[in-house]
Structure formats: C-alpha cells, structure tokens
C-alpha cells in the first residue's frame, strides 16, 4: 500500500452498503507519505501491515546483500521521493 487512497475507496463502498468497516490490513505498506497513516485514521480506519521498507532495508543491512551506499541511496529516496527524483534530473 502507498498512500491509502484505493483503501479509503474501499471502506466508503463497504460502508455504503451499510456494513462497517474500521480496519484495513495489507502485506506490504510503503510508509514513505506521511499523511497515510493519519488520513485512515481521521476516516476511522486503522492500518494492520507485516513490513515496511524500513524493515525490508534494515534486513538487507542486516545480511549484507547491498552496499551500503545503495542502501543510503534507497534510505534517502525513502525519505524524500521529490527531492531523491529531482536530484537525478
């Protein structure tokens, strides 16, 4: 999951239909947009996930698979997307 928003869509269809619905769970959540997370919150729906990129980089730390220049790399475009792309051209 990215940024929630197919999420929200489908709460507000489920709640349509007159169920309720006020949790969401997914495998794999990005967690690089900081509004994700507060956003389902205010539309009443918290977020169950197994991994994040923060834990998929610290394992891949953690085992040696990358360099660590890759990994700061990853880190940075992580933290900010906008400014990692713009940097790059």
């Not at 869509?9 to 947009?33: K, L, N, P, Q």
């Amino acid at each position: 999951m990215t940024d929630g928003g197919s999420k929200l869509s489908f709460v507000d269809a489920i709640r349509a239909t007159g169920a309720s619905c006020a949790h969401t769970a997914v495998i794999f959540f990005y967690d690089i947009f900081p509004d994700t997370v507060p956003t389902l919150s205010a539309h009443g729906v918290t977020l169950h996930y197994l991994c994040t990129w923060a834990d998929v980089v610290a394992e891949a730390r953690r085992a040696g698979d990358f360099d660590e220049d890759t990994l700061r790399s990853v880190e940075r475009f992580l933290t900010d997307p906008e400014g990692w792309r713009a940097a790059r051209g």
